[in-house]
């Protein structure tokens, strides 16, 4: 199940230069904290990596499809939906307008790896 993403917590989210995230591990518990840039649009957070793959934390990211997120001021379980090249035009706006020479997050490679974070209940 998820929830709602408040207007608060977008905003928390939006206002973060990097995120931390801790990916479940198939036992249950949380992998390492890993830090990278997010982004919002369309009233959702947003991750990528630099490129497609199924080892480190996007590789169990995509097993799980849950874990944790941080960011000053917010601290949240969340499902972890792959959504690569779906939402593109959009995200990377986001990606271009928040991190301007982001170049290498608005490639093709870097799209195929986009991740929304669903808000867990």
Known sequence: ???SWSVDE???LDAARELEIAVARSDGG???WVVIWVVCAGGHPYVRTWYR???GWFGQALRTGRGRIRVPGLEAEVLIEDVGGEVTAEVDAAYLAKYGGAG???TTE???TTLRLEKAD
């Open 110 to 112: 870097a799209a195929a």
């Open 53 to 55: 793959r199924d080892t």
């Open 10 to 12: 977008l905003r928390r």
């Open 104 to 106: 290498s997050m608005v």
């Open 30 to 32: 949380l992998g390492r």
């Open 1 to 3: 199940m998820t929830a």
